[in-house]
């Protein structure tokens, strides 16, 4: 019986978490569309609509590209799971809870894992990866390009280059930076990339964009054992995503519909728009924290998260206090810190639908009343002046000076 559940009503929230992000209303209308079987050949023609978005997205030829039905966390697992057999060596890039996550993965292939480490908040050296793999078989070197635990950023090609020293594939995790950063799979020479649906991409959790190139096809066709799990077996898989279309689970259909349209709307906008109102918008909200006198936890900006942006929490604030302030009375919610920075800070995303100017505006404004309640000496206004004067300043003509 139901008596006394009432009608699901969830509030509207202002998502700036590190995921997932709001989701454009075009995307829920797209989701309300009627349901198909998933071997009707309207939506089995329509899953080409999908896989030649996704390759745009991803700037990539790979025939071997979809959607797989799982979290990020199931694009580590395939990634990692497709690539690997029992007693192989790779090296992981870890620096970060979710590229940690992929050295758990790995270890329980079983593979002999050599982490290459750099404290939460800074890049692992390319050179260290070098260094750790020399004088052996490396399979492969994973990094995250996007680390949303500590908001850093690694420089792709540096690992590129390190990969190709060791004679290694290169796999990529891009969850918190498809669509938001720039990527280009193939001009890159990635050779695994997968994503996550939920964060510039700005389509529903429960979706991981996935590519693969013809050299990692040549290997999974010769691989000893087959791939540790069924469900995450990218070969199978691609019977269905493949042109046979042939069946092999069931996919979230309504998800797919989404996504389809959330790819759509990135191309829409522009590649290269969509990355300049990330880095646009971020410049925005970094300068309207520094004005409040908040600090940034990634010191070097060109290094720094352009999607996730991580803040120190000043002395003697209750962080949680505060963010469950700024989601009671402002309807925001941000993130805290995970493993070793958790109580030290927050983490701000601005991707996909919700990194927009008014966002980081209204964000900042709330922000300086919860710390001005919770004690803290703000300037008042401040943050909000100076994000606006970093957007006018973005948005005047090159040479152009301010009006007399």
Partial sequence: MS??????LPPERLMLTPG????DPRVYRAMAAPIVGHMDPWFTAMMDDVQVLMRRVFQTRNRVTFPISASGSGGIEAAVANALESGDECIVCVNGAFSERMAIIAERIPAKV???E?????????QDV???GKGKKIKFVGLTHGETSSGIVQRIEDYRKAADELGALLIVDTVATLGGVPL???GQRIDICFSGAQKAISAPPGMAPITVNERVEKYMETRKEPVRSWYFDLHPAMTYWGKDRLYHHTPPITLIYGMREALRLVLEEGLEARWERHALCQQALIAGLEAMNLEMLVKNAAERLITVTAVNIPSGLNEKTARKQLLDEFNIEIAGGLGPLAGKIW???LMGYSCQTWNVLRFLASLEKVLL???LRVPTGAGVGAAIHAFREAMQPAGAGARK
Avoid: K, N
């Fill in 3 to 8: 008596e006394g559940i009432g009608e699901l």
């Fill in 20 to 23: 997932p992000s709001c989701v």
């Fill in 114 to 116: 050599i982490r290459v």
């Fill in 118 to 126: 750099a404290p939460y908040g800074r890049t692992v050296d390319p």
């Fill in 130 to 132: 070098v260094r750790a």
């Fill in 184 to 186: 280009d799979v193939d």
């Fill in 347 to 349: 983490r701000i995303g």
């Fill in 373 to 375: 309640d919770q004690g």
